[in-house]
Nanobody, 126 residues
Framework: QVQLVESGGGLVQAGGSLRLSCQAS????????MGWFRQPPGKEREFVAA????????FYADSVKGRFTASRDNANNMMYLQMNNLRPEDTAVYYC???????????????????WGQGTQVTVSS
């Protein structure tokens, strides 16, 4: 397993932007497929984005397409989520996830990822 730490959450008004970061503690970061998930208040954890090992293939949930951009920096063991045009319904705890299995790139289930961060709170006010 890999240790993951998210940061960058906070309170923002609707229409605003935030950039989340995920720091991974592993020497083999480039061998992990990475993902972003979120858990809105009172709801199940849900898929947001998944990014391939090299960062060239990215999948997004329909609800964030065109507003969120996932990226990674393998040289520095970092993954990012740029969130623009935020909406109140984006309010959630955001988690980064990692798994060495490349097939999880198309996964949408939390059970497919083996390592998780502690989460960072994002609150969007209307």
């Amino acid at each position: 397993q890999v240790q993951l730490v998210e940061s960058g959450g906070g309170l923002v008004q609707a229409g605003g932007s935030l950039r989340l970061s995920c720091q991974a503690s592993t020497r083999t970061f480039s061998t992990y497929t990475m993902g972003w998930f979120r858990q809105p208040p009172g709801k199940e954890r849900e898929f947001v984005a998944a990014i391939s090992r090299g960062g060239y293939t990215i999948f997004y949930a329909d609800s964030v397409k065109g507003r969120f951009t996932a990226s990674r920096d393998n040289a520095n063991n970092m993954m990012y989520l740029q969130m623009n045009n935020l909406r109140p319904e984006d309010t959630a705890v955001y988690y980064c996830a990692a798994d060495p299995d490349s097939s999880v790139l198309r996964a949408r289930d939390v059970r497919d990822f083996g390592s998780w961060g502690q989460g960072t709170q994002v609150t969007v006010s209307s």
